[in-house]
């Protein structure tokens, strides 16, 4: 059975976005950006792979889940498939047809279609976000792996952005770089 993954960067005080939606406050270093490549090379944007020349398939991923207001940062930056690498899935009840010929629509019950998803055969699935669709999906996330920055913002968008489940998690990795970002990997406990 393939996992999902809630990979997400975030605040000290559990945002992860502005209340606009902008993320650009958090930090990013040369060895930011290596950790990443080194170890999750397919969360980043096919543009990005492209910029920082990865070429890695990688071995965690072959599939991405996001929600549509996180989906569209791609196509309103001018990349309309923005995980050309992986499969795309948007969850969006606004959207009557899928955004692009690349991109797959979840239109309605994006649990069912998250444990369809687990139960094919394939390597993991990144649930890029947003809060409330990870809230949504928050009993089928089986890792998180948290980008934590040490900045604090004082509102915005929380990491679940809606009630879930009481869940305990433990701590299976953690590794800080230079600037301070700790990612820290959770498997549920028990």
């Known amino acids: 059975m393939r996992t999902l993954t809630y990979f997400v960067a975030v605040t000290l005080d559990g945002f992860i976005a502005a209340p606009d939606g ?13 950790h990443v490549v080194e ?22 991923f072959d599939t991405v889940v996001s929600g549509f207001a996180t989906y569209d940062i791609g196509p309103r930056a ?13 969850v969006s009840t606004r959207l009557a047809e899928p955004p692009h010929p690349d991109v797959r629509l979840i239109g309605s019950d994006p649990v069912a279609a998250v444990r369809a998803l687990k139960a094919e055969e394939g390597k ?7 809060g409330r ?3 949504t999906l928050a009993p089928e996330i089986d890792e998180l792996v948290v980008k934590r920055s040490p900045i604090t913002i004082g509102a915005g968008i929380p990491m679940f952005a809606g009630p879930v ?25 028990g």
Do not use: K
């Open 124 to 130: 993991g699935i990144y649930l890029c976000g947003g």
């Open 78 to 90: 001018g990349f309309p498939s923005p995980y050309s690498h992986l499969r795309q899935y948007v």
């Open 165 to 189: 489940p009481r869940q305990q998690w433990r701590l299976a990795d953690s590794h800080t770089i230079d600037i301070g970002v700790t990612f820290a990997t959770y498997h549920p406990a």
């Open 39 to 60: 170890h999750y090379p397919e969360t980043l944007p096919s543009h990005v792979r492209a910029a920082l020349g990865v070429t890695a398939i990688g071995t965690r």
């Open 22 to 34: 902008s993320f650009d406050f958090f930090p990013l270093s040369d060895e930011y950006h290596q």
């Open 133 to 135: 669709l990870a809230a």
